[in-house]
């Protein structure tokens, strides 16, 4: 049996939510110092140091209960699966980042909040007070104006919302401790994404497993930090954060994208992004005030 961590505050898992939702809403930053590279490559150096990062640092603090965890050929799976779809999230991010859609990227995880809403209502029976449901169909309000106004249906920006919300939910669901669990994730990904670095390194400058860039070499190898750090107090959240709350958190790492977006790199901010932020941060006022009263979202028995 996979050992259980030790329960954490329902404060202290909302601390850990606004830390991870803060730095991740300003990684575009990060991925666009990245030059020259593939984004595909980028990827897989993420995952690749993640994983030794990881390895490293979960060695020396809670090497037990990896090696516990990496003797259950069904915990495996399991880690595996969510290393997979976190894997797909992480490559489909870089990518929009890279084209110059970062305020796509944002409509994505608005979603992704919905998404989470729906995860935790279907699978974890999560239920919501009457202020929740009113934010809720604020925030459903706003994302279905944009995506009709946007004239075509966002692909994109729903890949990134179903995958991250999937990963969600296996984390949730798993109830493991966050950095062995993130270790063995990275690790059951890692063969596959170093395969291709070896593959194609040396098919051209760029593609060397260290560019002639120093600064990109460094940057590619701090990914697997920058990445780990977040992601594991992402995981210690969800431990004790409903699904659905953490959708609603999530807001403030969407809206520091968007800004980054406007302000930053000046992609065009039409007024149905306008009106679509409108309608959320409406919706993430009334769910707030509903948090503020004491009205948690509850577990069905």
Do not use: D
Request: proline content about 4%; aromatic content about 16%; charged content about 10%.
């Amino acid at each position: 049996m996979s050992s259980h961590p030790k329960k954490l505050s329902y404060n202290q898992g909302i601390l850990y939510a606004l830390g991870c939702y803060i730095i991740w809403g300003i990684f575009p930053v990060f991925w666009k110092a990245i030059t020259g590279i593939p984004a595909v490559n980028i990827l897989a150096h993420r995952i690749v140091w993640s994983f030794v990062f990881l390895l490293i640092w979960v060695l020396l603090t809670n090497r037990h209960t990896f090696f516990n965890y990496i003797q259950q050929p069904v915990l495996l799976l399991r880690l595996g699966l969510a290393g997979f779809m976190v894997s797909i999230n992480w490559g489909i991010y870089i990518c929009v980042v890279e084209s110059g859609h970062i305020i796509e990227a944002g409509l994505g995880y608005y979603i992704n909040s919905l998404v989470n809403v729906f995860l935790g209502y279907v699978f974890l029976k999560e239920r919501l007070a009457t202020l929740q449901k009113v934010a809720v169909l604020f925030a459903l309000t706003g994302v279905l104006y944009f995506t009709l106004s946007y004239g075509q249906f966002p692909w994109i920006s729903l890949s990134l919302a179903t995958s991250f919300g999937l990963y969600g939910l296996l984390k949730k669901k798993a109830k493991l401790e966050s950095m062995p669990a993130l270790t063995v994730e990275t690790m059951m990904v890692s063969p596959f994404v170093l395969a291709f670095l070896v593959y194609t390194t040396g098919s051209s400058e760029t593609l060397s497993l260290f560019p002639p860039s120093m600064l990109t070499s460094f940057l590619l190898v701090i990914s697997g930090i920058v990445t780990a750090i977040p992601l594991y107090w992402f995981g210690k959240s969800a431990q004790v954060i409903p699904l659905s709350t953490l959708g609603f958190i999530q807001y403030l790492y969407t809206t520091l994208q968007l800004l980054l977006g406007i302000f930053v790199y000046n992609e065009t901010f039409g007024i149905e992004y306008l009106i679509c932020f409108a309608f959320v941060w409406a919706g993430l006022a009334f769910y707030t005030f509903s948090i503020l009263k004491g009205k948690k979202v509850t577990i069905a028995k």
